[in-house]
């Protein structure tokens, strides 16, 4: 079965700094993919990034990008120039073919002022 | 806003009692996943479905069931509620089914406790 283990309980960065949450994952698989949602305390979870394994390049939406190592089994969250709202819950999620999706346990991402 | 809404948004029940939770899903979205999301951890599949049918499942026991209806909408039972129960319920739809690769838009999620 697959696993996904986010080894940061909390992380905190300064305003406008940058930030990188680790998610590594366990699979057998060679076709999946895997995200990043962002959960604020209203609950609803909110799609960051995403990336299919079969591309070596990694993906980037604005602040957010992935740094990818598909035979290390690594899949990490950068944040640039940190902002207020950046502070949520942050999951690591491993989507299979099937559809069903493995989440981590999350990290908890404070931004000072 | 992505268009995926749970009902109700929070619900206290008593143990051994049974529990319906709904899920409607994005306009044009044919599969539905339901999660349990304890405190202070991340979301675990139930299951999932596509057009009416289950076709995945988490390790849950059978007393937590669902239904998909015509227009993609779906229900979460849970029956013979345990203290365990209490969690966040999510519920993610979907545009593609197994094969596919789809985006899971998640509801706001209901909050289950059960004393």
């Known amino acids: 079965a697959q696993t996904v283990t986010q080894s940061q309980p909390e992380m905190s960065v300064q305003e406008a700094e940058t930030v990188t949450l680790s998610c590594t994952y366990d699979t057998s698989e060679s076709d999946y993919y895997l995200f990043w949602y962002k959960q604020p305390p209203s609950r609803q979870m909110i799609l960051v990034i995403r990336?299919?394994?079969?591309?070596?390049q990694n993906a980037t939406e604005n602040r957010f990008s992935v740094n990818f190592q598909k035979a290390a089994k690594s899949f990490s969250l950068k944040i640039s120039d940190s902002q207020l709202g950046d502070a949520a819950m942050y999951f690591c999620a491993y989507r299979s073919m099937n559809n069903d999706m493995r989440f981590g346990a999350g990290t908890r991402l404070t931004v000072k002022p | 806003e992505t268009g995926v809404t749970q009902s109700p948004t929070h619900l206290i029940k008593t143990r051994g009692q049974q529990v319906t939770l709904r899920c409607s899903s994005q306009?044009?979205?044919?599969?539905v996943s339901w999660y349990q999301q304890a405190l202070g951890q991340g979301p675990q599949f139930i299951f999932q479905y596509y057009r009416e049918e289950e076709n995945g499942r988490g390790n849950f026991p059978p007393r937590f069931s669902g239904l998909q209806f015509p227009n993609y909408s779906s229900e979460l039972n849970v029956n013979a509620l345990e203290l365990d129960d209490s969690a966040l319920y999510l519920c993610?739809?979907?545009?593609?089914?197994?094969?596919?690769?789809?985006?899971?838009?998640f509801g706001q999620g209901t909050r289950l406790t059960v004393v």
């Open positions: 306009s044009g979205h044919n599969t």
């Open positions: 993610a739809s979907s545009p593609g089914g197994t094969g596919f690769f789809t985006e899971a838009f």
């Open positions: 990336q299919e394994a079969y591309k070596q």
